[in-house]
């Protein structure tokens, strides 16, 4: 989708917080915000130095009320990508960013931005994956293998001719696409994805589920806002905390079920709820989670200690006399959310730009 007009309210307003917490002065200020006015009258829009690109990337970080792990905004390593949009280029430079966040283990939280929206119909670059590295899902007739989530893009993939192991734990390939243009789909050469196998630090029997996870996530389907503008294509990553493999993917009953599976293992009756073996199964998931990346030697971070940094974030920024807004029920973590500090906070829910924000599924969901 093309958009308008860009609105000069929402990038003076962009371009002068901006500059201002980059401690330029008033005068220095001023003139950008004039070339600024003068290029959105002429063109319709404007360019963002590389300087307000990367901090607009890194305020964007810092006002996502979705993210627990905001203590970190400023380390973000952006990527100016705007000049790429060659599907065959765009693929290589998903690689170097996968690679140099991936760093052998040593994650490091990273985006890369394609080039902008833009009014006068210049085609808009969209990644199809809603992760650039993640697991394909299929309909059988027992069920789903794989990750259900991931199944209207994974029959889009085969549509378009790619051949999966059909196996539980398959690679999708990445699927770009430029203006109206077919998409095209790309295979990750597997040496460029880290992958983690779960076992436990006690079960011997554990490693036997065949459970694994990839390393680190980069979610690749929202469009950053910055200042008026809108990149439509600029994944982003940063290191997993231990829940959202162990409480959500492989434990959500509409993703990899694997709860009964784990209890079993521990030899407890589900018979009922009172011996608690939902709970019993998710503490020790989650323990060989945070352990086996540790073993392999991948960044995570527990939930306490995600929690812990968090509030340090707050605390940072009501020193600067910034306010923090947040989505309460995304900042708790889905285990044990009451022996977080966050849970016992009040957060305002309020949308500030920059940010990142949904968009339009590029394709079509129905079967
Ligand atoms: N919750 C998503 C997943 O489990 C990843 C979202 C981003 N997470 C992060 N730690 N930056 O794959």
Not at 5 to 34: P, Q
Not at 312 to 340: C, D, H, K, Y
Not at 348 to 354: G, S, Y
Request: with cysteine; net charge neutral; hydrophobic share 35%.
């Amino acid at each position: 989708m093309n958009q308008g007009t860009v609105n000069c309210g929402e990038a003076e307003s962009y371009i002068v917080s901006c500059l201002r917490e980059l401690g330029k002065t008033k005068e220095e200020i001023d003139s950008r915000v004039k070339e600024v006015r003068r290029d959105i009258a002429a063109t319709g829009t404007y360019m963002h130095t590389y300087e307000e690109l990367v901090h607009g990337a890194r305020m964007a970080w810092r006002n996502s009320g979705r993210c627990i792990g905001r203590l970190f905004w400023k380390t973000l390593e952006v990527f100016d990508c705007r000049h790429i949009f060659k599907e065959d280029d765009i693929f290589a430079a998903l690689q170097r960013h996968i690679d140099y966040a991936t760093n052998g283990g040593r994650v490091r939280p990273a985006i890369s931005i394609f080039r902008q929206s833009s009014p006068d119909g210049e085609p808009e670059v969209r990644i199809w994956n809603h992760q650039l590295i993640r697991y394909a899902g299929y309909e059988t007739e027992h069920g789903v293998t794989g990750d259900p989530a991931s199944v209207p893009l994974t029959r889009i993939c085969t549509k378009l001719g790619w051949r999966s192991d059909g196996t539980d734990f398959d690679i999708l390939p990445v699927v770009l696409q430029t203006g109206t243009r077919e998409p095209h789909i790309y295979n990750l050469p597997r040496q460029l994805v880290k992958e983690v196998p779960i076992r436990h630090p006690h079960m011997e029997s554990f490693h036997s589920l065949g459970l694994r996870w990839y390393g680190v996530p980069f979610i690749s389907d929202m469009a950053l806002e910055i200042g008026g503008i809108r990149y439509t294509a600029a994944p982003f990553n940063g290191w997993y905390m231990g829940t959202e493999i162990g409480a959500r993917n492989l434990a959500d009953p509409f993703r990899y079920n694997k709860l009964p599976e784990v209890a079993k293992l521990m030899g407890l009756s589900m018979d009922s709820n009172i011996n608690l073996w939902k709970d019993r199964a998710l503490v020790e998931l989650n323990t060989a989670v945070l352990y086996s990346f540790k073993l392999e030697g991948v960044s995570i971070v527990d939930h306490h200690t995600a929690a812990d940094q968090f509030v340090r974030f707050e605390e940072q920024e009501a020193a600067l006399g910034r306010e923090v807004s947040g989505n309460w029920s995304w900042l708790i973590p889905p285990m044990s959310p009451a022996a977080t500090p966050i849970f016992h906070r009040h957060y305002e829910n309020k949308i500030v730009n920059p940010n990142y924000h949904y968009q339009r599924c590029p394709f079509h969901q129905a079967p």
